[in-house]
């Protein structure tokens, strides 16, 4: 499963991330990176973006960029 | 050149750089200003639109200059700012780097600071905010920290001005003597090591290590990563190196991705240094930030809310700034422009020389001066807006509805305020990181009908649709908003063809920001703006006037080079219904502001000179006191308009005077259909010059400008031609 199946509230483990290129570092860069804890905190008002909770930081990405990130849920 | 010359042997040097570097939100325009005041130089890196912002100031006796890295969250190769940054830590060797990092969110921040060490530059770590990381319960062994890297750690405040004494003595330490500093080594692992060895070898030839311009261990962690500028810049053949065997055991551990691989282990070595060093509380508290976003990311309450203070900073923008910009006007018009007279006059200048400086010169500052007021509010706002975090909230709220044409959230800001005026909406736009989304926003932002396109239609609406002027004004809006979405999608689909940048944005904590740092920035700009846009608009100013004035004495306007050009142009728009030379010499003089349409056809459609009445002219004390009362009502207009803000709005659009005598000549020379067209070609056709030259200084390149030139003209023109011809297609 990944990032954006995940609902306000739940949690999960991130495994790994199937993009390439700026979109993988970018996302590494901001501390996506295996085996790193990840709760769904919030979506926007209008279904996307969604606000996820990492490494201590409120952190927002669209729904297209979570579909890529591959979780386990907890 | 002379950085490279710079070496550590020479420990007696004065003039010392220090790169301060970070990531966003960790405080280092705080930090930077309250170190450097107002020493403080904004500027744009070459060839770019990112801020460079540098200081000189003398510390110790030496000569310090400071500079100010873009804040990014990583030394990669994939954005402008990181770029920028890496560039210049690499090719211009600072003496030391400060690194920023925020107390309350150090695993991040920790991440890019073993980037920064990777280039083997003394460094210094500014533990900022600590004071919030207290008020958390943090407790953070600096010395730990310190020992593990083989840096200094400073804790600072940079809001309480705190620890800045300390940080910068330490700094220029380092900076002094940076062999005695130079950061500790940071194991990656035996197996990263083990493969790093033998490309350190291979690369230890090479001619920019040779020279001592490429630190070795970050080149040969570059290749490892296979990271393309690098690879093509030092024209570095990676398979051709026999580094082969290494990499081979490194991938079949750890898969083909190695710059991954690396990103990994950095973030690994930054948890087990955030472990070491950081102590939290058992229990995390709800932050104020959760509550706060709570209700303003709430499904129901995020919209309503945005719009609210969207709602707010508009008005309170254009309140503010209005009766200022009227001062401004009333200056330039009446005391500045008698004085000029009088003191012309008593050094027996020509007619011509009279009305060049009174018409054209100050008629032109009046212009620059009537700008100033909005900008500085609408930079005052969207620094708070910035400083407080909101501004990421509001892009989160409004991604999907802009990503929907290819903007990003946080166009909506700089859209929205092009509704006011569109020069402080292009700068604006320096909300928006990527220069994609930056540059598509600026080219949809005169599709906002501005408030200098009001008084325009206030007199074709009051000559032709007095009874629906409310719907036929709105429908002017809307019409405008059409025509964004559409170019927008079209944009998307052509100029801006390839992958939408991403949207993966930190929600960082709110903070209040300083006043201090408010007022710094808001003064930044409207100086640039001053400086730089000002003397364009002058010369513009300048050329109408000759335009319009030449050849000298002319009586007929249409005799005028105006007219004459007029003239000539006058049938590109005869199908769209006003081909004649006074509507085109109107739209030629309305480029300099949209609002001149109007006065151009108060003078043109008007051949005999209006006899002024001579009124009876005041003193100069007369005039002194005059400016100083109508300042102080100014204030006083401005202060009563922040508190009506909260009463019912009224929209006031003020008629320029002669404006009944105009509605009649026009009556005439429009048909309400044609009438319809000029309001829709004055709304969309090319933006005013001040917009043009706002996109010059805001993106460092004509480009931008000349493609809206462009669109817009072709876009007016077509949509004036559907209207006019359609509409007698269909009888009107």
Known sequence: MTLADLKPGEAGKIVKINAEGALKRRLMDMGVVGGTGVRVEKVAPMGDPIEVRIKSYALSLRRGEAKSIEVEAQ | ?732
């Open chain 2, 1 to 732: 050149m002379m950085a490279s010359q710079k070496s550590s042997q020479n420990p007696e040097k004065q003039g010392l750089t220090i790169a301060v570097a970070g990531n966003p939100n960790a405080g280092k325009s705080t930090l930077i200003n309250a170190i450097a005041g107002s020493r403080l130089h904004v500027g744009n890196w070459p060839g770019v639109t990112v801020e460079k912002k540098t200081a000189s100031l003398e510390y110790d006796g030496r000569d310090i200059s400071l500079v100010d890295l873009p804040g990014t969250y990583s030394l990669s190769p994939y954005t402008q700012e990181e770029v920028i940054a890496r560039d210049y830590l690499v090719k211009e060797k600072p003496d030391v780097i400060v690194n920023v990092v925020d107390a309350t969110n150090l695993e991040r921040n920790l991440y890019f600071t073993l980037q920064l060490l990777e280039l083997g530059i003394p460094l210094v770590i500014a533990l900022n905010m600590t004071d919030e990381a207290a008020q958390k319960g943090f407790r953070i062994d600096a010395d730990k920290i310190a020992s593990i890297l083989g840096c200094a750690v400073v804790p600072t405040i940079a809001t309480k001005n705190e620890g800045l004494k300390h940080l910068m003595t330490t700094a220029v330490s380092f900076a002094v003597d940076p062999g005695a500093h130079a950061p500790g080594f940071v194991s990656y692992g035996e197996d990263i090591e083990q493969a790093l060895a033998p490309i350190a070898d291979a690369l230890k030839d090479h001619p920019e290590v040779l020279a001592g311009r490429l630190p070795l261990r970050w080149f040969a962690l570059k290749v490892l990563e296979r990271d393309e500028r690098v690879l093509s810049e030092y024209a570095v053949e990676a398979d051709a190196l026999p580094i082969e065997k290494a990499v081979k055991h490194l991938k079949a551990a750890h898969g083909e991705d190695l710059e991954a691989h690396l990103a990994d282990t950095r973030y690994g070595l930054a948890a087990g240094l955030t472990r070491e060093a950081l102590k939290k509380p058992e229990i995390r508290k709800k932050e104020l930030t959760e509550r706060i976003d709570a209700v303003v990311l709430n499904r129901y309450l995020g919209i309503p809310v945005f719009l609210a203070a969207m709602w707010l900073i508009f008005k309170l923008t254009f309140d503010i700034a209005g009766p200022f910009t009227d001062w401004f006007d009333g200056l330039t018009s009446g005391p500045l422009s008698r004085w000029a007279q009088r003191l012309l006059d008593f050094a027996a200048a020509p007619d011509w020389l009279v009305s060049l400086v009174v018409e054209g010169v100050i008629g032109g500052v009046g212009f620059v001066l009537a700008f100033v007021p909005p900008i500085f509010a609408m930079m005052f706002f969207i620094t708070l807006l910035e400083g407080s975090g909101y501004m990421a909230r509001a892009a989160f709220v409004m991604d999907r509805m802009m990503h929907a044409i290819g903007l990003h959230g946080k166009s909506f800001i700089p859209l929205l305020m092009g509704f006011g005026c569109n020069v402080p909406a292009v700068y604006a736009t320096r909300t928006l990181e990527n220069p994609r989304d930056k540059a598509l926003t600026a080219l949809l932002i005169p599709l906002m009908s501005c408030g200098a396109r009001l008084p325009v239609y206030v007199v074709f609406v009051g000559a032709f649709f007095a009874s629906q002027a409310g719907t036929i004004l709105w429908s002017l809006y809307v019409f405008g908003i059409g025509m964004a979405v559409i170019m927008g999608f079209i944009f998307k689909k052509t100029l801006f063809r390839g992958e939408a940048p991403v949207f993966i944005m930190e929600l960082p904590p709110y903070r209040m920001p300083t006043l201090k740092n408010l007022l710094i920035h808001t003064w930044e700009k409207g100086k640039h703006f001053l400086i730089k846009a000002g003397t364009y608009i002058l010369a513009v100013a300048i050329l109408v006037w000759f335009l319009l004035n030449l050849p000298w004495g002319v009586e007929n306007k249409q005799e005028s080079y105006l007219g004459k050009i007029g003239q000539i142009s006058a049938p590109i728009f005869a199908p769209l219904g006003f081909g004649t030379w006074e509507a085109s010499a109107s739209l030629i003089t309305g480029v300099i502001a949209k609002e001149i349409v109007v006065s151009t056809m108060a003078v043109v459609y008007a051949p005999q000179a209006q006899g002024e009445e001579e009124e009876a002219a005041p003193s100069f004390v007369e005039d002194l006191r005059e400016i100083g009362v109508s300042f102080a009502g100014a204030l006083r207009e401005a202060a009563t308009n922040v508190f009506s803000t909260f009463g019912i709005a009224t929209i006031s659009a003020e008629e320029e005077e002669g404006a009944e005598d105009l509605k009649t000549t026009i009556a005439q020379a429009f048909t309400p259909l044609s009438a319809y067209a000029f309001m829709v070609f004055v709304l969309l056709y090319m933006p005013c010059v001040i917009v043009l030259i706002a996109m010059r200084h805001e993106f460092g390149t004509w480009k931008w400008a000349g493609i809206a030139i462009a669109y817009q003209s072709a876009l007016a023109w077509t949509a004036a031609f559907v209207i006019y011809q359609g509409g007698k297609l269909i009888g009107l």
